[in-house]
């Protein structure tokens, strides 16, 4: 290999490197929740609590909610379980699927579920719940929840509106 396509090669490298730096440092700590009222949840199946959880989870930090359509490619893309206990805190988080790439999305994720805390409580008689949402994260901190998700813009409408 020639010094020059060694060259090349390290501006790619660099250039990519450098391309990802900012994205990593948007999850190096995770946003302070927003203070709002949480009421008990009235949800009589797990499928209306996940719901309420993720409603709480907007709430908890509307400045980083992704509004409208998300992007065609997504930064990360995490699916986790939520451990809840029948007073709304969180006992435990664990990632079901991981990024494929974006590891440093993992502990973001972790911290804002915690930070959250208390999510609205499941009730005595619904007891302990665990929720499982895939988050779906934008290089620039926002995300949509699964479960709230409006959808996604295909390749065509998304170069459009750019």
């Given at each position: 290999m020639t010094t020059a396509a060694i060259q090349a090669r390290?501006?790619?490298?660099?250039?990519?490197?450098?391309?990802?730096?900012?994205?990593?440092?948007?999850?190096?700590?995770a946003p302070s929740?927003?203070?709002?009222?949480?009421?008990?949840?009235r949800a009589d199946s797990p499928q209306q609590y996940r719901r309420d959880a993720a409603e709480h989870l907007y709430a908890s930090y509307p400045l980083n909610v992704h509004k409208g359509k998300l992007p065609p490619l997504m930064y990360a893309v995490a699916m986790t379980e939520t451990d809840i206990d029948a007073d709304g805190r969180v006992t435990a988080v664990r990632f079901v699927r991981e990024p494929a790439a974006a590891k440093e999305v993992m502990p973001w994720i972790s911290a804002m579920i915690?930070?959250?805390a208390p999510f609205p409580p499941p009730g005595p008689q619904a007891g302990a719940q665990t929720v499982t949402e895939v988050w779906l994260v934008n290089r620039n901190g926002h995300f949509q929840l699964h479960t709230l998700s409006e959808g996604q813009a295909d390749s065509s409408s998304h170069a459009l509106a750019n």
């Open positions: 390290r501006a790619v490298l660099a250039a990519l490197c450098a391309a990802t730096v900012p994205a990593c440092a948007q999850f190096a700590s929740p927003q203070p709002h009222a949480t009421a008990p949840s915690q930070r959250a």
